[in-house]
C-alpha cells in the first residue's frame, strides 16, 4: 500500500517545480491527472533531447500520470470540465 493512494490530484501546471512535485505525488500513490492544452500539449514535450516523440525532460517530470487535454484552459466550458471532475472525486487537490 502506498501512503498516497486515495488521493486524487488535477495537475495544472506547466514547466518544472509544479510537474516534478505531483510526479513525487504519483510516486506515492496517488493518482494524479495532468491536463494539457490540445494540440501541442505541455511545451515541455519539444525541450531537447528528444525520446521517441517527446523530450526526455517531458517524460521524466511526468511519469506516473494520466494526461488529458482541455480546450482553452480559462474558458467557461473549461472551468466546468475542471469542476466536474473535482466533484466527482471525494478529495480534490490542485497543484
Known sequence: MKPLQHLTILDLSRVLACPFASMILAELGATVIKVEQPGAGDETRGF?????????????????????????????????TRSRLSLSWSRFHAL
Request: aromatic content about 10%.
Open 48 to 80: 531537447e533531447p528528444q525520446l521517441a516523440a517527446d523530450s526526455a525532460y517531458f517524460f521524466a517530470c511526468n511519469r506516473s500520470k494520466a494526461s488529458i487535454t482541455v480546450t482553452g484552459i480559462d474558458s467557461p466550458a473549461s472551468v466546468k
